[in-house]
């Protein structure tokens, strides 16, 4: 299969299981009360499921298990995405302090620094 091909048949798949994940994710949503309420800030009405990020992590592991050799060398991505999503879960549903979340998101993306290798050059101009 010519590599364009596959680039593009990984990108439909992700997109379709996202899609599908959502579907699937929705309801189990108001069953374990995983939802976004109106007040303060938010005006949208009713109680609004936010299982986008973990419907988006499940499409992006699809995607990333349908492009050549990807998913081996994403591992690391693997595990600090899935760390991302599951403390934007818990904040989602039990309300962290912006300290919890910082020294959240801090230890998940370790696995991307010492184990991927991965730094920032700089913060820009």
């Given at each position: 299969?010519?590599?364009?091909?596959?680039?593009?048949?990984?990108?439909?798949?992700?997109?379709?299981?996202?899609?599908a994940a959502m579907?699937?994710?929705?309801?189990?949503?108001?069953?374990?009360?995983?939802?976004?309420?109106?007040?303060?800030?938010?005006?949208?009405?009713?109680?609004?499921?936010?299982?986008?990020?973990?419907?988006?992590?499940?499409?992006?592991?699809?995607?990333?298990?349908?492009?050549?050799?990807?998913?081996?060398?994403a591992n690391h991505?693997?595990?600090?995405?899935?760390?991302?999503?599951?403390?934007?879960?818990?904040?989602?549903?039990?309300?962290?302090?912006?300290?919890?979340?910082?020294?959240?998101?801090?230890?998940?993306?370790?696995?991307?620094?010492?184990?991927?290798?991965?730094?920032m050059h700089d913060?820009?101009?």
């Open positions: 299969m010519m590599p364009g091909y596959s680039f593009a048949l990984a990108a439909f798949g992700s997109m379709a299981i996202t899609v579907s699937v994710l929705r309801p189990l949503a108001y069953i374990v009360d995983l939802l976004d309420r109106p007040g303060g800030h938010k005006t949208h009405s009713g109680a609004v499921p936010v299982v986008g990020g973990m419907a988006m992590l499940v499409g992006i592991v699809f995607g990333l298990s349908l492009a050549p050799g990807s998913l081996a060398s991505f693997i595990v600090s995405a899935t760390l991302l999503v599951v403390i934007g879960m818990f904040d989602d549903r039990f309300t962290l302090s912006p300290k919890m979340r910082l020294v959240g998101q801090f230890v998940a993306v370790l696995p991307m620094v010492f184990g991927a290798g991965v730094y913060f820009g101009d």
